[in-house]
């Protein structure tokens, strides 16, 4: 009998949270994200490698998230002003920076930048991989890669040691 006193009081207590659940007034539910335009900055003139990415990309995202993604160009001053801008809009998701090496290479190429890369972005994914090569003239020494490798390890003193320090593997 001390059993059913115990169990009958549990479960009305259960009954009760679960009437008062049901009863309560609902909050409102949460926003779905977005529901507003997205600006993209492309810190970068138009016709690039990086401006061309975000232009493809662009109608494909904006068709996913159902709202328009507009990719904006803010070029100049080693894109310097373009991840100001991203730096110093409201961390809401509704600016976005499409930034290549610049971004990675100007903290150590300016002694101040007015935004700091680790504290103010939040990097989301990696879009693209751009080959970048050396070229020579036509002029230059050797027809083959090898033979041009060659040319500017004898030539061009440096080369050697700028590869190694950078950390860049050679394909020929």
């Given at each position: 009998?001390k ?9 009305l ?35 690039g490698?990086?401006?061309?990415s ?12 159902g ?16 991840f ?17 090496i ?6 150590s190429?300016?002694k101040?930048?007015?935004f ?9 994914s ?40 950078a ?6």
């Open positions: 009998m059993e059913v006193l115990i169990v009958k009081p549990l479960r207590l259960a009954m009760g949270s679960i009437g008062a659940g049901v009863l309560a007034p609902n909050p409102a539910p949460a926003q779905e994200y977005p529901t507003k335009p997205i600006r993209w900055i492309i810190p970068y003139s138009p016709g490698a990086t401006d061309i975000a232009r493809i990309l662009s109608p494909h995202m904006s068709q996913t998230l709202q328009q993604v507009i990719a904006e160009n803010r070029a100049g001053g080693a894109a310097i002003p373009g100001d801008l991203v730096a110093k809009a409201p961390p809401d998701g509704y600016t976005m920076l499409l930034a290549n610049a971004f990675g290479a100007n903290p190429l300016f101040k930048l007015p700091d890369v680790h504290r103010d972005f939040t990097p989301v990696k879009i693209t991989v751009v080959p970048m090569v050396v070229e020579l003239g036509n002029e230059t020494e050797g027809t083959t890669p090898e033979e041009a490798s060659a040319f500017l390890q004898k030539e061009w003193a440096l080369w050697p040691r700028i590869i190694k320090e950390g860049i593997q050679v394909v020929n």
